[in-house]
Nanobody, 124 residues
Framework: QAQLIESGGGSVQAGGSLRLTCRVA????????VGWFRQSPGKEREGVAA????????FYADSVKGRFTISQDNTKDWVYLQMNSLIPEDTAMYYCAASNDCLAPLQESTYQSWGQGTQVTVSS
């Protein structure tokens, strides 16, 4: 499995911004796709954004399009989620995940490796 460590969560007011960082380690074939998911109490885990490591192609959930941007550095060891115009509904634990393929990049079942999560809280 790949190893993933998230950071950058915190508390912000509505309209604010946060940047989440995911440190990705492990064999390259295990992390051809890196995604960000979120889960709030009582809700299912939701795919937010993903990126194809080799193609650099981003994928977004409709709920975050135009507000969130996923990117990776040149080494592909760091994946970022820039979150702008945050709303209270974005409050959740955010998880970074890695997969050996990107066929269904926003589906939880695609991913084999997961980080521990970082909390994002948006107040109104």
């Amino acid at each position: 499995q790949a190893q993933l460590i998230e950071s950058g969560g915190g508390s912000v007011q509505a309209g604010g911004s946060l940047r989440l960082t995911c440190r990705v380690a492990g064999y390259r074939y295990l992390r051809n796709c890196v995604g960000w998911f979120r889960q709030s109490p009582g809700k299912e885990r939701e795919g937010v954004a993903a990126i194809g490591a080799r193609t650099n192609t981003p994928f977004y959930a409709d709920s975050v399009k135009g507000r969130f941007t996923i990117s990776q550095d040149n080494t592909k060891d760091w994946v970022y989620l820039q979150m702008n115009s945050l709303i209270p509904e974005d409050t959740a634990m955010y998880y970074c995940a890695a997969s050996n393929d990107c066929l269904a990049p926003l589906q939880e079942s695609t991913y084999q490796s997961w980080g521990q999560g970082t909390q994002v809280t948006v107040s109104s």
